[in-house]
């Protein structure tokens, strides 16, 4: 993805500290958007160490689907 891109969704920038690297690059993030095309969740990772599990993100999506749960932090 392009480094507009990730800025545009909000994703952290980070400047290579190896040769092997990019000059620049995004840090992983995680986005669950409903059909209707509404957030439901994002999550924003500062280091490359936090990337989830497809299995794991599965799990919470239907859990999320059977019990209707709603997204949270809307105060």
Avoid: C
């Avoid at 993805?1 to 980070?14: P, V």
């Avoid at 990019?22 to 990337?51: I, M, Q």
């Amino acid at each position: 993805m392009s480094e507009d891109t990730a800025r545009q969704w909000g994703l952290f920038i980070s400047k290579a500290i190896r040769d092997t690297e990019p000059t620049n690059f995004s840090e992983p993030g995680l986005f669950l958007v409903r059909p209707d095309g509404t957030l439901f969740s994002a999550v924003l990772h500062t280091t490359p160490f936090h990337r989830h599990h497809f299995a794991d993100v599965m799990e919470a999506i239907d859990m999320i689907r059977a019990r209707d749960y709603p997204p949270r932090g809307d105060v």
